[in-house]
């Protein structure tokens, strides 16, 4: 692609990958840092990479960063996940969207990207696959657990309201 | 066929309706004899979504973006605003450098250049110059003199080998040996070469410095040389022409092949200062050890460069000796 059509990519798809990735790791500065990354990489592969498959390029990358860096930071995750489920509480005010905010916060890191990727950008299976370097059959027992998970996490939550 | 092991895989494509008829029937069997399943399943009839919060946004666009068409964007953080000012003042030293250069090499060549200096430096500028004019010129006239000697020579060159050895010589000699002929000893009544040949280069002196005596009163003929132009004061613009000797052919005749090393060698009108060395090295060359006299006068003259070399104050022509010294 051309200089010009990296710079499209930017102005479209920047948002798309920063939120993605910031659902993931929940720390603005980390996700910023795996943005610029991201970009840096695209940009250094410009000129072999084909402008309409770039989008799912960019997402490829980031979510092997995520992944990464999550895998990385394991130990200091999952303490950080501690105070977050007790503070997990019945409120009568909860609103749909943080209920699901919940429901997605206890999934695995790949179960949230292709819950993400799914809901988020409207990838297709095979795409999803493409991305996250796994099988059609895996990403789609990955999702169906993980539409599982939410939605007992949503049905309880619901109750409790 | 679909089991519990692997209806996970379709289980998603079963709720969006996607699968081919066969696995549906299938499908539709498995969950019947799974009830468990079946009410998961029904369940998740309607799959809840998520929706992205469009307020979340990545602040610094403007960092990811590459400048388009060959020009580079560089965004001015702070590091950066640093290394362009470096940059920019390295730029501006290195263009005031070059203008400073530029102005001095003109003033250097004369050129006018409007700038206000005092009346002294501008007389003592002048003067310099008249100066530098004066000195040239009286070099041109100190330098006709021995440039008309030099033609007059010339002319009168030998043309055969063996006269054309001996003015060479000649001239190149004849400073030192000037004195030394007026105040040696008649030479032996001797057949040896060295002294034949060295008798032979005295008799030349004695012809030439009667020649130069000859010159010298007949300064009032002309030479053969343009005239040089009218002195006058120098500029860049004045052309200046140097008399210039005329084009005089000097034939080199080869040497007859008939005659042996030894003889050639034997010809060679030895310098004046061979006389000075040991009786023994009078020996040598009596016995046609033409290398080791060689030898010997590079060393008297100097020190050789390297084990085995030969002196070479004799040009080459004199030897059949190729010029690559093998």
């Given amino acids: ?161 | 066929m679909i089991n519990k092991s692997n209806y996970e895989a379709f289980a998603l494509d079963y709720l969006e309706g996607t699968l081919s008829a066969t696995e549906r029937r299938e499908m539709e069997v498995f969950l019947q004899k799974n009830p468990v399943v079946a009410a998961e399943l029904a369940e998740m009839k309607e799959i809840v979504t998520l929706v992205p919060d469009e307020s979340i946004v990545f602040d610094n666009k403007n960092a990811l973006l590459k400048a388009e068409e060959g020009a580079r964007v560089i965004p001015m953080h702070r590091k950066n605003w640093f290394r362009l000012s470096l940059a920019a003042a390295a730029m501006l030293l290195l263009i005031g450098g070059y203008l400073a250069g530029y102005f001095t090499a003109n003033m250097e060549s004369g050129e006018e250049i409007i700038v206000d200096m005092p009346a002294e430096k501008v007389e003592k500028q002048e003067e310099i110059k008249v100066e530098e004019a004066l000195a040239i010129e009286e070099t041109i006239e100190e330098n006709a003199a021995p440039i008309a000697k030099e033609i007059e020579k010339i002319k009168t060159r030998p043309k055969n080998n063996i006269e054309q050895k001996d003015a060479y010589f000649e001239r190149h000699n004849i400073d030192r040996q000037n004195e030394e002929v007026a105040n040696a000893t008649p030479p032996k009544a001797n057949n040896s070469p060295v002294e034949k040949s060295v008798s032979q280069q005295k008799e030349k002196v004695i012809t030439i410095e009667k020649e130069e005596k000859e010159a010298v009163a007949n300064q009032d003929e002309k030479p053969n040389i343009p005239e040089a132009t009218p002195q006058k004061l120098l500029t860049p613009d004045t052309e200046i022409t140097i008399a210039t000797l005329p084009e005089k052919e000097v034939e080199i005749n080869e040497i007859p092949a008939s005659k042996a090393m030894e003889e050639i060698v034997a010809e060679l009108p030895q310098p004046i200062a061979l006389t000075e060395t040991n009786e023994v090295e009078k020996a040598d060359v009596a016995e046609g050890k033409s290398k080791k006299t060689l030898k010997k006068i590079g060393r008297f003259f100097g020190k050789l460069p390297f084990e085995g070399a030969t002196a070479s104050i004799i040009p080459t022509y004199y030897t059949d000796k190729k010029r690559d010294g093998k």
């Avoid at chain 1, 409207?122 to 998970?149: C, H, I, N, P, W």
């Fill in chain 1, 1 to 161: 692609m051309t200089t010009k059509e990296y710079n499209n990519c930017v102005k479209m798809h920047a948002d798309g990958v920063f939120r993605f990735v910031l659902k993931n790791l929940a720390n603005r500065s980390d996700a910023q840092d795996v943005v610029q990354n991201t970009f840096e990489k695209l940009w250094r592969k410009h000129e072999t990479v084909n402008y309409a498959t770039s989008k799912s390029y960019l997402f490829s990358i980031a979510h092997n960063d995520m992944i990464d860096l999550i895998r990385k930071n394991k130990f200091v995750k999952a303490y950080e996940n501690v105070p977050e489920q007790a503070d997990r509480g019945f409120t009568n005010q909860m609103e749909a969207k943080e209920i699901m905010e919940k429901g997605l916060a206890d999934l695995s890191p790949i179960q949230k990207s292709l819950v993400l990727l799914k809901d988020y950008e409207g990838y297709s299976y095979e795409e999803m696959a493409e991305m996250t370097e796994l099988s059609l059959s895996q990403v789609k027992v990955y999702l169906f657990r993980a539409r599982k998970k939410m939605q007992v996490a949503v049905t309880q939550l619901t109750k409790a309201v």
